[in-house]
């Protein structure tokens, strides 16, 4: 049986290292590349390394996702978000590889009401999003075979995120303050990376795969505030020590990047097409907790 060659970009981060990490079938053969060992930026060297691997599939997790930095470091954002993907696409092209390539709900401006859909109007607040938003028109300008997945307050026991931010702060203060007027769905990197692995099943397998971009986030819905007290309860549950939780506005905790008010994603068009069914925030943040407490010197 010939195997299924899949290369990994941004292993490094939240979603690469748990598709590093991932129960793969052994008819798949990874290559998961960090920044020191693939340079996305680099078109000469993604072509090389594409080229010599032939890969059937890219996955690129690789992402410059400093939000606030962006704003002042711009071309460092444009040279990850945009450019990365354009070599990865050119050079999947080159070899008749389909891509799966990870985006934001930063694409939006946070103003809808309800949850984004996969067609409604872009809109990015700042550089960050600019710059994710026009790595997604690269990837179809390029490649038709392509799957581009936009996620939101992605999390793991891996890297740095707001989870294991709250629990650092758990252990030197005793009040912490959390935004309240934004709102997302929680997304945990290894439910990213299981869909992941799930898709790549269906390119795979089938002769017609509806290709295009999809939103995809765990269930449920919290503000930052909410998943604040969500964490300390499940800490508290384990006996640690939390501290006493205050809901603040927007206003009342500036950043140099503008967050959008509203990260909510619409997951019914990845649900009906690829049977993905997203489990509930809580559920996964359980399962997330259990390992970071396991091993709190990676707090």
């Known amino acids: 049986m010939s195997q299924t060659k899949i290369l990994v970009t941004g292993a490094g981060g939240q ?23 693939l340079d996305i930026t680099d078109a000469r060297s993604v072509n090389d390394v594409v080229v010599e691997g032939n890969y059937d599939i890219i996955i690129n997790a690789a ?40 985006s934001t709900d930063y ?4 103003r809808k009401a309800a949850a984004y859909s996969e067609t409604d109007p872009i809109a990015p607040l700042g550089a960050y999003g600019l710059s994710k938003e026009a790595g997604e028109r690269v990837v179809r300008r390029v490649l038709e075979r392509h799957l581009i997945l936009r996620t939101a307050w992605v999390y793991g026991a891996h890297g740095h995120n707001f989870v294991k931010t709250m629990l650092r702060l758990a252990g030197t203060h005793r009040e912490v303050s959390v935004v309240g007027d934004q709102v997302g769905s929680p997304t945990a990197a290894a439910f990213i990376a299981s869909t992941i692995v799930s898709l790549v099943h269906k390119v795979i397998d089938e002769q017609k795969i509806n290709w295009g971009t999809y939103h995809l ?20 549950s384990k006996g640690l020590t939390t501290p006493i939780v205050n809901n603040i506005t927007s206003a009342e905790y500036p950043t140099a990047a503008e967050r ?11 649900r009906q097409t690829f049977a993905i069914r997203p489990p509930h925030w809580r559920e996964s943040l359980k399962t997330v907790m259990d390992e970071i407490c396991a091993n709190p010197k990676d707090i």
């Open 260 to 270: 959008p008010k509203n990260s909510r994603l619409n997951t019914e068009m990845i």
């Open 217 to 236: 986030s765990n269930s449920g819905e919290a503000s930052w505030y909410e998943f604040a007290l969500a964490i300390f309860e499940i800490a508290a």
């Open 15 to 37: 979603v690469g290292y748990e598709l590093a990490r991932a129960q793969w079938p052994e008819q798949y053969a990874i290559d998961c590349r960090t920044r020191r060992d």
């Open 107 to 110: 694409v939006f401006n946070g």
């Open 63 to 102: 992402a410059y996702t400093a939000v606030d930095k962006a704003e002042t470091e711009t071309a460092a954002a444009v040279a990850v978000n945009e450019t990365g993907p354009e070599n990865l696409a050119k050079a999947a092209d080159r070899v008749g590889a389909a891509m799966i390539h990870i």
